[in-house]
C-alpha cells in the first residue's frame, strides 16, 4: 500500500469515501447534507495537506493534516481520517495515522489533537490510544447521533 | 449599557478593541500579526452574529456568537469576548457573557462550548466559572505564550 499526496484526479475516489461518511453523520461533525463540491472543498482545503492510501491503483483511505490552531496554537497539528467502507478492517486507518504522525513530526508539529471523537466510536477510539493518543477532555452531549440522539465527544491529545 | 448587534460604521471602534488583543497574543490563537480586514472579517464573519457594547457612544466592548460544530455538533454555541483596554475592571466582559448566554438560549443552543481558554488567563477562567462554565478538558502545552512559553489551554462548557 502505498501513501501519497492526494492530486488532481482523485477527487471522485475521494467523494466515495467521504459520501457514506457524511451521509451516516455519525462520526464526523459535517453538514450530512454537504454536496460533493462543498466536501472536497472541506477535505482539500488549503489550510490542509491531504494524502490518499492506494493498493492496486485503487484509493482505500484518506487523510488531511493541518495546523489545528493559528497563533500561539500552530505548533499542534490536526487531522481527519477516512477509509473506504470496502476496505474496513485491513488496518488502513492505523497505516494513515502511523503515517500522519510521522508526517506532523516533519512538519515541525510538536503535538496532535483530536477535537471532536464521538464517544460511540469506539473502533477509533481505541486505535487512536493505541496510538499513543490520551483523552484530555469529555464534551458532555455535544454529539447529537442519527441514532443514540445526544452522546459525548472526546478531546484526544499526544505529544509527537 | 447598551448591548446591540454590530453594525456598518463600528469598523474602527472594533478594530481599536481587536488590534491589541492580537497584537498581545496571549489570550486569543489568532496570528500576532493579522491585519485589519482579515481580522474584521474574522470578528464580523457570516458564520456569527457580532454585538458591542455601547456607552455614551462608546463601544467598549464586543462579542460573537456562532454554532461551534456543523452537523451534529450545531446545538453547542461557541462565543468570544473583547473589551476595549480603557475600560476593563467594568463589568462589561461579564454583562457580554450573560448577553450571549441569553442570545443563545433564544436561537435554541442547547449548550455552550470555549475551546480554547488560556490557562494563564485567569480572571476570565474566574469569570466565566461564575457564569456556570465548568473545565470539562485541559490541552497540555496547546498554547504557546509570548511570556511564559507552552501553557495549558482549558476547555470551558456548559449547558443552558
Redesign the interface.
Known sequence: MLIRRAAPGDEAALWAILAPVIRA??T?????DMGEIEALTYWLGQDRETFVAEADGRILGTYYLRA?????????ANAGYMTAPEARGRGIASALCAHSLDRARERGF??M?F??V?ATNTGAIRLWKRHGFEE???????????TEGPTD?L?L?R?L
Chains 1, 2 share one sequence.
Not at 464526523?28 to 450530512?32: G, S, T
Not at 490552531?69 to 505548533?75: L, R, S, V
Open positions: 453523520g455519525d464526523y461533525v459535517l453538514p450530512r489545528n490552531q493559528p497563533g500561539g496554537g500552530a505548533h499542534v510538536t503535538a489533537q477535537n471532536f464521538v484530555v477532555g469529555r464534551l458532555p452531549g455535544a454529539f447529537i447521533h442519527p465527544a478531546v491529545f505529544t
